[in-house]
């Protein structure tokens, strides 16, 4: 399972990052399952909501085994994923953290080295 | 600050399409009804070449009873605590909805037909309704017109904004004979009208 910033579904809507499609199609075609955050201009006071359903997928799915990781790109605000509010909640139930990685600009046109680790 | 998407886009371009969450992650269905390991990718790379913005909504069924629920019908769901559940999680998608419309983009909806919570055209039932312990087949699961309690209550919610999808469809992927080739075809004409 892979919970990740809207960017790398929606490239399109960000004009100072590269229109890569290769860490979605990596996604894809590994099989991987994605929970995709909202696009962080288009959430407000409703963030909550997004925050606790998304840890709430989290739990749920590390528990019945399943592995799972946190995808975000670095320089957006909470690298486009909230990750610091995601981490919080998850630190506040007490629940292992999930893998985590944050992607470079540099790194989202060839990201298959560095997701090696992760996508498997 | 991330600027607004599309904020320098031609009207035209400013589309978006709001989908089940299962069309993304086919590990929220029911065990045995996923029809692909984790994205559908015909439907979601589709609306992506046809330059569609996507948006993924919460599936109810994961939040409240998690991965490893029965498979039901909307009779069984449709009951005022599953219905607060989705009024719930409505109120904060409709949110991101509500943005992406005052925004000018043009928003829609695909859900999953066939579906008791995510259907927008069918939903099922089951004649009479059951109870009790789980004993039913997949034969007497009854797809008929109507939408489910998820997409009934998000809409009602949009309603009260004054907002509704400008349109709406569903892939029949709970309907036993679903054809992935046929709803493509679908998909491809409701994306481009």
Redesign the interface.
């Known amino acids: 399972m892979a919970v990740v910033a809207d960017y790398y579904v929606n490239p399109q809507n960000y004009p100072r990052y590269p229109k890569s499609n290769r860490v979605y199609e990596k996604l894809r075609d590994a099989g991987y399952g994605i929970i995709k955050m909202p696009h962080p201009a288009m959430v407000g006071k409703g963030i909550e909501g997004w925050i606790v359903s998304t840890v709430d997928q989290i739990q749920e799915y590390a528990n019945r085994g399943f592995r799972v990781f946190v995808l975000g790109v670095e320089g957006l605000p909470g690298k486009g994923i909230w990750m610091n509010l995601i981490t919080k909640e998850v630190k506040k139930r007490g629940i292992p953290q999930p893998d985590a990685m944050v992607l470079k600009k540099t790194q989202l046109e060839e990201p298959e080295a560095v997701l090696e680790s992760l996508v498997k | 600050?991330?600027?607004?998407?599309?904020k320098?886009k031609q009207d035209a371009q400013k589309r978006v399409v709001f989908v089940a969450h299962c069309l993304?992650?086919?590990?929220?269905k029911v065990a045995e009804f996923a029809r692909y390991?984790?994205?559908v990718?015909p439907i979601?790379?589709l609306a992506?070449q046809k330059?569609y913005?996507?948006?993924?909504l919460?599936c109810p069924e994961?939040?409240a009873m998690?991965?490893?629920r029965w498979w039901t019908t909307k009779d069984i769901y449709d009951n005022p605590g599953y219905r607060r559940h989705c009024a719930?999680?409505a109120?904060?998608?409709a949110?991101?909805i509500e943005?992406?419309a005052k925004n000018g983009y043009d928003v829609r909806l695909i859900g999953l037909d066939g579906s008791p919570s995510s259907g927008v055209r069918f939903t099922g039932t089951s004649e009479p309704i059951w109870g009790g312990r789980p004993n039913a087949t997949v034969e007497q699961y009854k797809i008929v017109p109507g939408k489910g309690v998820w997409i009934d209550e998000l809409e009602k919610e949009l309603s009260r904004r004054g907002l509704a999808f400008q349109k709406a469809t569903g892939v029949p992927m709970d309907d036993p004979t679903f054809s992935m080739e046929k709803s493509v075809r679908e998909i491809e004409q409701f994306l481009e009208e």
């Open positions: 600050m991330i600027p607004l998407p599309g320098k993304l992650n086919q590990n929220a390991p984790g994205v990718s979601v790379d992506r330059g913005a996507i948006e993924q919460p994961v939040l998690g991965i490893t719930g999680l109120k904060w998608t949110d991101v943005r992406y």
